[in-house]
């Protein structure tokens, strides 16, 4: 029996650190997965919290030989489907196949998004030092833009103009890099 298989069978504060270890190293890139599916960002966020759940209850299944997102990306891709039959709204994805089309299209552009993810990175390296910090205030602390008006002593108007102009250097700058030079 190896290390990791006694360690989630025998003691239980090991397998929740081994655990915690693994789903945060992945959350990022299940909840990008997730928000492929269920564009609400809100719904996204409760899917991955569910997926979370169940990735605990199953954890004792989990095969440490194999890559932890990609197990967890399907856990994520059945609580996606179950909340789009909890909506009715949502019932033609599933009758037309459309988010399974939508998850392997995901899949297949990949390795695109993790170049367009690690030139953004470097991009936002870039960025003046007051936008920097308004981007990742909002993307990832999710402030709300009240309360980064308040931090900066900006009006919320002014705060908004920040982020779009953020997003426009940001996004200029990630197709910059994205098309090829020319020879």
Known sequence: MSDDVKSRSGDPAAA???FLSLFLRSE????RYVVALIPNVTDAEDIVQQTAL?????????DPA???????????LNKA???IERRQRWQALLEHGLAEELAQRRQELQPEFERRLKHLETCLGKLPEGQRSVVEAYYYERADIEALAGRSGRTVAATYKILQRSRQALQACVEGQVK???A
């Open 16 to 18: 929740q650190q081994r």
């Open 28 to 31: 990022r890139e299940i909840f």
């Open 54 to 62: 169940a990735l605990w209850e199953k954890f004792d299944a989990y």
């Open 66 to 76: 194999q890559p932890f997102t990609p197990w967890a990306c399907r856990f994520a």
């Open 81 to 83: 489907r179950q909340w």
């Open 180 to 182: 090829p030079q020319p």
